[in-house]
Structures are given as C-alpha cells and as structure tokens.
Nanobody
Framework: QVQLVESGGGLVQAGGSLRLFCGASGPTHTTYAMAWFRQAPGKEREFVAAVSTSGKNTDYDDSVKGRFTISRDSAKNAMFLQMNRLKPEDTANYYC????????????????????WGQGTQVTVSS
C-alpha cells in the first residue's frame, strides 16, 4: 500500500514563500499522476495544481497561476509545490494526492480521480 506524507507547511507573512514536499512510500511501480489540493476551514477541498507521471504536463488553478510551481522527482518518489508571493487567502491545509494513470501525460483536476491522499500540512499566511 502506497502512503503519502506531506511536509513543509508553516507560518509565513504575505509575500513570502514556502516549499511543500510530498513523499511516497511503499510499492510505487504503478503509474501515478499527482496533485495538490487545499482546504480552508469551513470550505470545500479545492484543486491547486497537478502534474503528470512524466512531469511534462502540469495544470494550475487560476488563483495560483504564476505564483505556484508543481514538480516531481519520480526517481525519488517525491513531489514538490513551490509557493511564492503567498497571500492570506492561500491559508489552508494542503493535501498531496496520487491517482493511477494509464498515460504518462495525464493530469487530473478533480479530487475523485485520486485514490491516495496524505494527511495534510498546514500553511498559514499572515497579513
């Protein structure tokens, strides 16, 4: 059973940066597309960014385009989210997700496409 573990969250001032890490342990021979989602208190979980198995394709929610960068190192079973120019509205618990994909170029934008989830890492941006 593959397990996902996130780290890198914390408290940062508006305009600052954080880098989130997601590590996958266990059997990882299956092709997984991966993504970051976030959930703020009282709100639904929302899509942030996704990356294909190959790392060649990515997609972002409009609210983070130009500020966040998703990447992965498949050899190390790791995924990253570089977050720059953070805003108070980015405050949320950030979750790493993985979903089986037949193509190395596939990205999934909806939570239902992902069968594996981490426990989350809290990001708090102060104004």
């Amino acid at each position: 059973q593959v397990q996902l573990v996130e780290s890198g969250g914390g408290l940062v001032q508006a305009g600052g940066s954080l880098r989130l890490f997601c590590g996958a342990s266990g059997p990882t021979h299956t092709t997984y597309a991966m993504a970051w989602f976030r959930q703020a208190p009282g709100k639904e979980r929302e899509f942030v960014a996704a990356v294909s198995t190959s790392g060649k394709n990515t997609d972002y929610d409009d609210s983070v385009k130009g500020r966040f960068t998703i990447s992965r190192d498949s050899a190390k079973n790791a995924m990253f989210l570089q977050m720059n120019r953070l805003k108070p509205e980015d405050t949320a618990n950030y979750y790493c997700a993985a979903g089986s994909a037949r193509s190395s170029l596939t990205v999934f934008l909806v939570a239902t496409a992902y069968e594996l989830w981490g426990q989350g890492t809290q990001v708090t941006v102060s104004s």
